[in-house]
């Protein structure tokens, strides 16, 4: 059975940062892309960020040079760096291996 744990959400203020993890377990992430999308209320689930199993990364523009996405094939986790977090970046956090096995979602909150 895969799972998928997401941790490190939270509320923060503007301008700080978050450290968003995912442990996987029942698939080896090595030979998959994995990543990150979220979901804001009343939107749509979108991505975020996303690396290959060769290590190449994409980001959305609105994170671009603020986020990291990182990946540890030898604990099997997924990793994502947040910093100079905006209200915008609200939502529910939703880790996944190959667009085919998802996380329950961590919620962040950027707010004052």
């Known amino acids: 059975q895969v799972q998928l744990v997401e941790s490190g959400g939270g509320l923060v203020q503007p301008g700080g940062s978050l450290r968003l993890s995912c442990a996987v377990s029942?698939?080896?992430?090595?030979?998959?892309?994995v990543g990150w999308y979220r979901q804001a209320p009343g939107k749509e689930r979108d991505l975020v960020a996303v690396i290959s199993s060769g290590g190449i990364t994409n980001y959305a523009d609105s994170v671009k040079g603020r986020f990291t996405v990182s990946r540890d094939n030898a604990k099997n986790a997924v990793t994502l760096q947040m910093n100079s977090l905006k209200p915008e970046d609200t939502g529910v956090y939703f880790c996944?291996?190959?667009?085919?096995?998802w996380g329950q979602g961590t919620q962040v909150t950027v707010s004052s």
């Open positions: 996944t291996v190959g667009s085919r096995f």
């Open positions: 029942g698939i080896m992430i090595r030979f998959n892309g």
